[in-house]
Nanobody, 126 residues
Framework: QVQLVESGGGLVQPGGSLSLSCGASGSTLDAYAIGWFRQAPGKGREELVCISSSDSPWYYSDAARGRFTVFRDNAKKTVYLHLNSLKPEDTATYSC???????????????????WGQGTQVTVSS
């Protein structure tokens, strides 16, 4: 069973950048789509972007498109999310999730992911 652990969160000024990591244990990631989500205080979970097992990104959210970049390194069993041009409204707990799709699969619906990591906090403030 895959287990995911996020890291890389922290405090950043508006306009700054941050790189988050999603590391896997228990299995390789070759046959899994990985999605990134966030949840701000008092709000529901928001789906952001997915990277498929065939290494294609799929953006669920307009908030992520153009500012957030996702890529994977299967050899390191890690998926990365680069956050650019950060705004105070990007403050949230960011988490990753997996969905088994087989090798060469696409991204699933945001509601079809199987399990999430515990998340890493990103705070955008001056």
């Amino acid at each position: 069973q895959v287990q995911l652990v996020e890291s890389g969160g922290g405090l950043v000024q508006p306009g700054g950048s941050l790189s988050l990591s999603c590391g896997a244990s228990g299995s390789t990631l070759d046959a899994y789509a990985i999605g990134w989500f966030r949840q701000a205080p008092g709000k529901g979970r928001e789906e952001l972007v997915c990277i498929s097992s065939s290494d294609s990104p799929w953006y669920y959210s307009d908030a992520a498109r153009g500012r957030f970049t996702v890529f994977r390194d299967n050899a390191k069993k890690t998926v990365y999310l680069h956050l650019n041009s950060l705004k105070p409204e990007d403050t949230a707990t960011y988490s990753c999730a997996f969905k088994y799709t087989g090798v060469g699969g696409g991204c699933p619906k945001a509601t079809d992911f199987e399990a999430w990591g515990q998340g890493t906090q990103v705070t955008v403030s001056s």
